[in-house]
């Protein structure tokens, strides 16, 4: 029997696989010419011979090949020919073999034969190929001779199988199987088979490869089922052939059976192979897997496939033993070197799969999607598979990055896995670096703080890991989203480079030509992002001499020249800011980390004549605008307080200030504010009310008389930034000491009588303003005074420290006052950092509620009557709309009561631009307890003693300012995009000084003041206990509209804002802050348990929920009590098992849900609507059970509110009120449908007892449901009815997908329940329908928009009813009737024509239908076949 061969026939194939042979017997034949015959084989008589010289070929002994005289088509058709005519016919053809078989056991003769021959024929005659067959693969091509031959091969082929390489090279195991490759037909391809099989079985282990991968080239379609199932069974006896059999099995057309089952069992021996064949195994699995089995065939080789520990043994430990041993052996190197190859060829099988079968791809996408698992090695792979599918397969990227993007938020991907993955896989990562460039790009475009700092790590590790052109495609990204305009975008990327610089100052030296290039992009950047900028530029231009750096030089400095000389504010700034930054870099102080740069500890005479000079430069570049003196003078003094400067370079720079003009005010002029008692021939006084008068006389185009205009005229902005420099100064120099300069901590101020009284409303506004004005600067002058003092230990600065904290309290007062009736007036700037110099408060007084915004861009003065002064530049308004905190920005939680007099008042937190910032230092306040102040008499004898203390008031100060402090730093918030050349919205004004220090930095100083912050805390509880027990619990009793319990209420509010700040703060997860959040928590569990060290964090956790929790019975306002709550939530969820303490979040949620708030003055509730529905939430999120939560809410607050006066409120919940009641029931239906949503359907494999729970909890929630929907005939305003319309489609949604599954197979069993559940929901539907004919009639569109979809689920709910009653056999139960439209109150819709009121509610009668299977009859309905009037109400409920 002939067997075909699927393989097509190819002479030049045949030829190349003889190639090597003839390569090999070229040597021995080059005596061999065409011309000799003296070596023929004699014996002419032997039948073979003869046959062969007749046919065409003349044996040859020794080296010399077989010689070929015809074609070899025509040699193989005329042996065959002869064969078959010969007389003796068939015994000539075992007389022949027979001559074979005597002729080839001499080996140089048998060697001869499976040689190629030689050609003898013309070139011009010849037809065929110029390369020969051998004479044993000639022979075989012929179907008479083949099975014999065949026989001889294999019976030859043992006495070779143990012999060594003969010594021409050649070996004939090899060169025997080579001649069974590529034959045109196979006879018996059976026993063929059979016959290698058992060679493959005795032959040695370096044949058996060879023979095994040969199997494809020699057998036919029809044997490579049995042969399969062979290989497998050999698989399991001999591991060596793992990846010769794997090759071949992938060559062969097998069943899908055999292939699963060969699969599952080389997965399980994945994690003892060695790494030389990975490659193939893995390229098995995956051409092995089919579209049905992917998702499981990938999952599993995830599972088991241990890259990490494949490669560490290998290439990774030698490069790590060779930074240690540069003199490694060779041996070593090769390890290394084949290791990773096999690496990379590994993943060249992998990236050859996920580009070219997309069944693998996306099964391999899914499978990362869907795992759970926390093994680092098995995300190090899921994460670097993610990188190659990104760059092998376009058409998934969106979906890969959806997956990115929610492991980062799951916290499933962070640094640590990052920085693995690049460790481990850097070799594979580099060659797809562009791809990785692009994610990285597509993740710093999203707006969630966690994945851009994700995509920042990919650059970072990026650059580390790889080349240096990879390193300038890093740098050349990192530019180009600079240069975006983007702001979270800029920012990411200027600290991803301030990194780079700190890590590879080598390797970004030599990129520094493309950092340079963004100095041309400097007018669309933040003054933080200029500083960022130039401190990168700086670095890299200063840290080494050398010519490389010279041209950044010469280029900054033309930059800082060009802009300190202009005339307009926005570039000045950046030239004072980078000249001063470039000015910190050159003289750093190097004294700390001189052991890595010897000898360069000290600065040269040189770098300190470059710095003076440079800053000489701005000093007369700036001195003409106070404004651009202001920020000098501030940038100068955050470069002193960074400690970066050298000693010496800061002599030349402590200079006095002494200005005493004289003149007549429109003021009587009075030394106000002294803490000490002053002769009026000594001491000193802050010169302010006349610096003021004269900067306005000149502003206002007086003139100046001569002897005043040679005086130098000095701007009262530069009082407060020029005493921040000069305190900082005096502090480095004498290491903290401020004698020098504690007179000015307790000397007056050159101040009018500020307080308003009868004159205020005769004023004029140029008047009003100049106070306001005066007011701002005392204001700034003392905040920066406690700035500087606030951390000198002697009792004396402390408590005149405190009393400046009492007049800053007192001033505010004042402030407020003033700004009240002067509602146009635009204060001086306090803060010197901005974009433009002009910003406007935004002012919210009862005068004017509008947003005036006044503009000025360049250096023109402001005027200080607050009159308008238009812009010419039409972006100036843009500028200034965004610059101070919006009110829509503003927490609601800060809108507090703050007594009568500010219902004339305007708030200060919209002026928080216009204040100079405090330090962090200034909070060491908070630890004060009592301070004794000693009055001394003339002999410096005691004379009294005073004891001062931190009042509420001080403390509401402090506390206000450090909870702005933590939302700005500490709280993410959402990124907001601005187009391209627009200012952005800069929340960031009035905390310059913060953003000098990192987050952790902040968090650590919060973390430091919770001891006295729980001070307060407890002191203010108590206050409250013993208010609440002197009122016997009565809510309005004294005390309670007074200012004290105001502000004590708001210091509880502050507190608990700053503590879930602090817990709330993302940071606590990365793994350098993990003891920074044992620290914090053991503060806490100390108040309750004091002196326990060492303790487990579940326990620290538990005792911190328990000492807050105790807090809940002194809550003064619902506010407050939704800090505590949000508190212990935060700190619930850093716990590892919260469910013991979930039960107690919602129980206390449920306590202040039934507490009686002290209503405020402004609203008719003191609970802001937003706060109420938080707390619900939190409720019913975090109950036991929600259904009886909603079912209690509805079925009895919300007939005690009806049952009620109007005014009044729920006994049971007094928080709801006819007011609130929109509030509960959007809660109540969106937790109502969430919960129901979150069921999981029901299956019939599940028991019994499931399908009863489960049939229970919707008979549970179709009854809320009813509650809820039936509340719409007593509360019918439009948003109560817009929330029905919404939820009430959700749930019906949930309703057809979660529960039907349960009533298909519930139904026999549980008929009389199914039937009730539908009687109660059809009635809810009917609700519904009836609340859609509603909608349409008052032609509302808010409501209407949510018809069409409302009625399609109706229609839906129809045929869902009656599919499940056809499914169990009861299709005779189902009838549709017409019912007729209706309003709420179950009034006829007459205005809508009949066909339409015909075909209208036919979802409700599908239920009522069911009913009527129980006997049940309803005589308004007109029954009829389903079929046509399902049809027509398909066709008429669209309208």
């Keep these: 029997m002939v067997s075909k061969r699927r393989l097509p026939t190819s002479e030049d194939r045949g030829s190349l696989r003889e190639d090597a042979s003839k390569a090999r017997k070229q040597p021995l034949s080059k005596k061999t010419k065409k011309s000799h015959v003296h070596n023929e084989v004699e014996g002419n008589d032997s039948v073979f011979v003869k046959l062969l010289k007749t046919s065409g070929i003349t044996l040859k002994t020794g080296e010399s090949q077989n010689q070929l005289a015809v074609d070899q088509i025509v040699f193989q058709k005329k042996l065959f020919q002869t064969l078959r005519k010969h007389p003796s016919y068939p015994k000539i053809v075992e007389e022949f073999v027979s001559g074979l078989e005597s002729y080839i056991e001499d080996q140089d003769s048998f060697r001869n034969c499976l040689l190629s021959c030689e050609r003898l024929q013309d070139e011009e005659a010849s037809m065929g190929t110029s390369y020969c067959k051998s004479l044993i693969k000639l022979l075989l091509g012929i179907d008479l001779l083949q099975p014999a031959i065949i026989k001889i091969l294999f019976e030859k082929l043992p006495e070779f199988l143990f012999k060594n390489v003969n010594s021409d090279g050649l070996n004939m195991p090899r060169l025997i199987i080579n001649q069974l490759k590529w034959l045109d037909r196979v006879v018996d391809s059976k026993d063929l088979a059979t016959k290698i099989m058992q060679l493959i079985s005795i032959a040695p282990v370096y044949l058996q490869h060879d023979f095994v991968t040969s199997l494809p080239e020699i057998l036919g379609d029809s044997q490579h089922a049995d042969v399969g199932k062979e290989l497998s069974d050999l698989l399991t006896e001999n591991t060596l052939l793992t990846v010769p059999i794997l090759d071949v099995l992938s060559s062969l057309r097998l069943e899908p059976k055999l292939l699963t089952k060969v699969r599952k069992l080389v997965m399980g021996k994945l994690s003892s192979v060695m790494l030389d064949d990975l490659p193939m195994i893995i390229k098995f699995i995956l051409h092995s897997i089919t579209a049905t089995d992917a998702l499981e065939v990938i999952s599993e080789l995830r599972e088991n496939l241990d890259l990490q520990h494949c490669i560490l043994p290998s290439w990774l430990q030698a490069s790590q033993s060779k930074l240690k041993n540069k003199g490694q052996t060779s041996s070593s190197g090769n390890q290394e070197n084949s290791g990773q190859d096999c690496v990379i060829l590994l993943f060249d099988v992998i990236k050859s799969a996920v580009r070219y079968e997309k069944i693998v791809s996306e099964a391999w996408i899914k499978a990362i999607e869907n795992t759970t698992s926390v093994s680092e090695h098995k995300q190090i792979l899921d994460l670097a598979m993610l990188f190659i599918i990104y760059s092998t397969n376009t058409q998934t990227k969106k979906y890969i990055e959806r997956v990115l993007r929610n492991k980062i938020r799951s916290g499933c991907f962070e640094e640590q896995l990052l920085q693995s993955t690049f460790y481990v896989h850097y070799v594979v990562l580099k060659d797809i670096c562009p791809s990785i460039l692009s994610l990285a790009q597509s993740l710093l475009h999203s707006l969630d703080q966690s994945i851009i700092l994700f995509g920042s790590l990919i650059y970072k590790y990026a650059f580390i890991f790889f080349d240096t052109y990879c390193q300038q495609e890093v740098i050349g990204a990192l530019v180009t989203h600079i240069c975006s305009g983007n702001e979270a975008e800029v920012d990411t990327a200027l600290d991803v480079l301030l990194e780079l610089v700190v890590l590879n100052p080598s390797a970004m030296r030599l990129n520094a030509v493309f950092v340079k290039g963004i100095l041309d992009y400097l007018d669309n950047m933040s003054p933080q992002q200029i500083r960022k900028l130039f401190y990168i530029l700086s670095t890299l231009a200063f840290s080494k001499q050398h010519e490389a750096s010279s041209h950044i030089q010469d280029d900054m400095h033309l930059v800082i020249r060009k802009q300190l000389s202009s005339t307009m504010f926005k570039y000045k700034l950046i030239g004072i800011i980078g000249a001063v930054t470039m000015a910190g870099i050159i003289a750093a102080d190097r004294s700390r980390s001189s052991s890595l740069t010897p000898g360069r500890g000290d600065l040269s005479s040189e770098q300190c004549t470059q710095v003076t000079s440079l800053l000489q430069l701005v000093h007369s570049c700036s001195e003409q605008s106070p404004q651009a003196s202001a920020l000098y003078y501030d940038e100068f003094a955050n470069l002193i307080q960074g400690r970066k400067l050298a000693p010496k370079v800061l002599d030349a720079f402590v200079v006095d200030i002494c200005v005493v003009p004289e003149g007549d005010y429109p003021f009587p002029v009075k030394a106000l504010y002294g803490l000490e008692d002053y002769d009026s021939c000594d001491g000193i006084a802050i010169n302010l009310l006349p610096l003021l008068f004269s900067q306005d006389f000149v502003k206002d185009g007086g003139r100046l008389t001569s002897q005043e205009s040679d005086q130098k005229l000095v701007s009262p902005l530069c009082l407060a930034p020029y005493f921040r420099l000069l305190r900082l100064c005096v502090d480095r120099q004498h290491n903290g000491n401020l004698e020098e300069i504690d007179g000015l901590l307790d000397c007056p101020i050159f101040l009018t009588d500020l307080e308003p009284g009868e004159r205020l409303e005769y004023m004029s506004v140029k008047e009003r303003s100049f106070i306001c004005s005066l007011i701002f600067l005392t204001l700034n002058w003392f905040r920066e005074v406690v700035n500087a003092f606030c951390r000198q230990t002697l009792p004396e600065m402390k408590v005149k420290v405190l009393t400046r904290l009492k007049h800053i309290v007192e001033l505010q007062q004042l402030l407020e006052k003033h700004l009240a009736v002067t509602p146009d007036y635009v204060p001086p700037l306090a803060n010197f950092d901005l974009e433009t110099s002009e910003v406007t408060p935004h002012t919210s007084a009862a005068v004017s509620a509008k947003i005036r915004i006044q503009g000025n861009l360049g250096g023109r003065k402001r005027k200080a009557d607050g009159s308008k002064i238009s812009s010419p530049d039409p972006l100036s308004k843009e500028d200034n709309s965004e610059c101070g905190p919006a009110p829509s920005d503003r927490s609601p939680l800060e809108k507090e009561f703050r007594g009568k007099e500010e219902k004339t008042s305007v708030s200060l937190q919209n002026y928080h631009a216009f204040f100079r910032e405090l330090d962090l230092e200034v909070f060491s306040i908070l630890h004060c307890g009592l301070v004794a102040k000693f009055i001394l008499d003339t002999e410096m004898h005691t004379e009294a003693t005073e004891v001062v203390q931190l009042q509420p008031p001080e403390l509401l100060f402090l506390l206000e300012d450090l909870a702005q402090k933590l939302e700005n730093m500490l709280t993410p918030s959402v990124t907001r995009r601005f187009p391209f050349l627009k200012s952005k919205g800069n929340r960031n004004i009035g905390f310059s000084h913060l953003h000098q220090r990192s987050a952790s930095e902040i968090a650590h100083s919060v973390v430091q003041l919770l001891s006295p912050m729980c001070n307060h805390l407890e002191n203010i509880h108590n206050y409250f206990q013993c208010l609440t027990a002197k009122n016997h619990g009565v809510v309005d009793g004294p005390g309670i509209k007074g200012q004290e319990y105001h502000i004590m209420s708001s210091c509880y509010q502050r507190l608990l804002q700053i503590?879930?700040?602090?817990?709330?703060?993302?940071?606590?997860?990365?793994?350098e802050n993990t003891n920074l959040l044992y620290s914090a928590l053991e503060v806490l569990t100390n108040r309750l348990k004091p002196g326990e060290p060492d303790q487990?964090?579940?326990?620290?956790?538990?005792?911190?929920?328990?000492y807050l929790q105790n807090f809940h019975l002194s809550i003064p306002s619902f506010q407050c009590a939704l800090y505590l709550i949000r508190l212990l939530m935060v700190i619930l969820e850093k716990s590892t098992a919260p469910t013991q303490n979930k039960g107690k979040i919602a129980s206390l949620a449920r306590q202040f849900l039934c507490r009686v708030w002290p209503s405020g003055e402004k609203e008719k509730s003191g609970i802001p609507n937003d706060q109420l529905e938080a707390l619900l939430s939190i409720y019913l999120e975090h109950t036991d059970g929600v259904l009886k939560a909603i079912e209690e809410i509805a079925g009895v607050g919300v007939p005690e509110l009806i049952n009620s006066p109007k005014e009044a409120s729920s006994s049971t919940f007094p928080t709801l009120t006819r007011h609130t009641f929109v509030i509960f029931f959007g809660v109540m239906m969106a937790e109502l449908e969430k919960t129901v949503?979150?069921?999981?359907?029901?299956?019939?494999?599940?028991?019994?007892?499931?399908?009863?729970?489960?049939?229970?909890?919707?008979?549970?929630?179709?009854?809320?449901?009813?509650?809820?929907?039936?509340?719409?005939?007593?509360?019918?305003?439009?948003?109560?009815?817009?929330?029905?319309?919404?939820?009430?489609?959700?749930?019906?949604?949930?309703?057809?997908?979660?529960?039907?599954?349960?009533?298909?197979?519930?139904?026999?069993?549980?008929?009389?329940?199914?039937?009730?559940?539908?009687?109660?929901?059809?009635?809810?539907?009917?609700?519904?329908?009836?609340?859609?004919?509603?909608?349409?009639?008052?032609?509302?569109?808010?409501?209407?928009?949510?018809?069409?979809?409302?009625?399609?689920?109706?229609?839906?709910?129809?045929?869902?009813v009656k599919a499940m009653l056809i499914l169990n056999n009861c299709r005779e139960a189902f009838w549709l009737g017409n019912l007729k439209n209706r309003d709420l109150q179950g009034e006829e819709i007459i205005s809508q024509n009949s066909q339409e009121s015909a075909a209208d509610e036919s979802e409700d009668d599908a239920s009522s239908q069911v009913s009527k299977s129980k006997g049940t009859e309803d005589s308004g309905e007109d029954e009829a076949s389903d079929g046509a009037k399902e049809q027509e109400s398909d066709e008429s409920d669209d309208d």
């Design 1237 to 1360: 949503k979150g069921l999981q359907a029901g299956t019939a494999a599940d028991s019994e007892r499931i399908h009863e729970e489960k049939l229970l909890y919707w008979n549970m929630a179709v009854r809320d449901f009813s509650i809820l929907i039936n509340l719409i005939k007593v509360f019918d305003s439009r948003p109560v009815l817009h929330v029905c319309l919404k939820y009430g489609r959700l749930f019906v949604e949930a309703f057809l997908k979660q529960c039907m599954p349960l009533l298909d197979f519930s139904f026999r069993k549980h008929r009389e329940d199914v039937l009730s559940l539908l009687e109660t929901f059809q009635l809810n539907t009917r609700l519904l329908h009836h609340l859609c004919g509603h909608s349409k009639i008052h032609q509302d569109t808010k409501l209407t928009r949510h018809v069409p979809l409302l009625k399609k689920t109706l229609e839906l709910l129809v045929c869902r």
């Design 1059 to 1071: 503590l879930h700040g602090l817990f709330a703060w993302n940071g606590f997860f990365q793994p």
């Design 1096 to 1106: 487990a964090l579940e326990e620290l956790l538990s005792q911190s929920f328990h």
